[in-house]
Nanobody, 112 residues
Framework: QVQLVESGGGLVQPGGSLRLFCAASGISFSSFAMSWYRQAPGKERELVGR????????NYAGSVQGRFTITRDNAKNMVYLQMNSLKDEDTAVYYC?????WGQGTQVTVSS
């Protein structure tokens, strides 16, 4: 059974930074690409970015390109989302995703 547990969310001022964590279990972690999604209030869930199993290919949504960085540590079954230069519109619940499995999400609120 695949389990994904996100953490690291919180309240941050515009221009600030946060690092999100996703711990995975029940899966051959390095074999699969991992994704981060987010869902803002009243909006559909959207893809933030995706990292390949080896961690050598990463793609981002245009809205976060240059500000967010996704990395992974296959030895620890962890994937990370480093978020810099945060904006009000980055406020959302952030989810980790792999092969039709979702974590519970972690809330990120950007506000002064």
């Amino acid at each position: 059974q695949v389990q994904l547990v996100e953490s690291g969310g919180g309240l941050v001022q515009p221009g600030g930074s946060l690092r999100l964590f996703c711990a995975a279990s029940g899966i051959s972690f390095s074999s699969f690409a991992m994704s981060w999604y987010r869902q803002a209030p009243g909006k559909e869930r959207e893809l933030v970015g995706r990292i390949s199993g080896a961690g050598d290919i990463v793609n981002y949504a245009g809205s976060v390109q240059g500000r967010f960085t996704i990395t992974r540590d296959n030895a620890k079954n962890m994937v990370y989302l480093q978020m810099n230069s945060l904006k009000d519109e980055d406020t959302a619940v952030y989810y980790c995703y792999v092969r039709a499995n979702w974590g519970q999400g972690t809330q990120v609120t950007v506000s002064s």
